[in-house]
């Protein structure tokens, strides 16, 4: 069974850092792309960054220049930096995994989430 599994949230001042983490855990024979999504209240939910298989990675145009997507292959871990944290940034992270391939077919899975705070 699939599982993703994010750390790293939790309450920070505007102008600073925190780096979440998702691990990947499971039988996966391929994972088309990894990304990152968030939720703020009453909002829809939005992308934050995202990475193909290939290495290529896109960001929403909100974080651009102050986040960055990175992934470690050997632990199924990916990372996101996050720096110069606005109020705004306030939301539910999510990490997503696009079309896994497993034994059993091919799906998409989403982790719980982790709450990120900023405060001004």
């Known amino acids: 069974q699939v599982q993703l599994v994010e750390s790293g949230g939790g309450l920070v001042q505007a102008g600073g850092s925190l780096r979440l983490s998702c691990a990947v855990s499971?039988?996966?024979?391929?994972?088309?792309?990894m990304g990152w999504y968030r939720q703020a209240p009453g909002k829809q939910r939005e992308l934050v960054a995202v990475?193909?298989?290939?290495?290529?990675?896109n960001y929403g145009d909100a974080v651009k220049g102050r986040f960055t997507f990175s992934r470690d292959s050997a632990n199924n871990t990916v990372y996101l930096q996050m720096n110069s944290l606005k109020p705004e940034d306030t939301a539910v992270y999510y990490c997503?995994?696009?079309?896994?391939?497993?034994?059993?077919?091919?799906?998409?899975?989403w982790g719980r989430g982790t709450p990120v705070t900023v405060s001004s």
């Open positions: 990475i193909t298989s290939r290495g290529y990675t």
């Open positions: 997503n995994a696009d079309r896994v391939a497993t034994r059993d077919g091919v799906r998409t899975y």
């Open positions: 499971g039988i996966i024979f391929k994972i088309n792309a």
